[in-house]
């Protein structure tokens, strides 16, 4: 829960052997990606659900440079921005 404070999860320059996976990533906001901010990173996401964040761009998630790994199960549900 990131409380309103920022990007709830920030991956900086990481390649898909980076793992997020069995989580909710809630309450997010800031400028870039409430829930996760991906900054030439390239995680793989499993099992996760990111709801209710909001950010002037990207409220679930913003990715800059390098594409996300969606994998089984994940899921986007009422993010704004």
């Known amino acids: 829960?990131?409380?309103?404070?920022?990007?709830?999860?920030?991956?900086?320059?990481v390649g898909n052997t980076t793992r997020l996976d069995g989580f909710?990533?809630?309450?997010?906001?800031?400028?870039?990606?409430?829930?996760?901010?991906n900054y030439q990173a390239s995680p793989t996401?499993?099992?996760?659900?990111f709801?209710?964040?909001s950010a002037s761009n990207g409220g679930g998630m913003r990715n800059d440079g390098s594409p996300?790994?969606?994998k089984?199960?994940?899921g986007l549900v009422r993010n704004t921005g």
């Open 1 to 13: 829960d990131g409380m309103q404070n920022g990007s709830v999860i920030t991956a900086d320059n």
């Open 24 to 37: 909710t990533v809630t309450n997010g906001s800031g400028r870039y990606g409430g829930g996760m901010y």
């Open 72 to 74: 089984r199960r994940c």
């Open 68 to 70: 996300t790994h969606f």
């Open 45 to 49: 996401i499993t099992n996760c659900n």
């Open 51 to 53: 709801q209710n964040n």
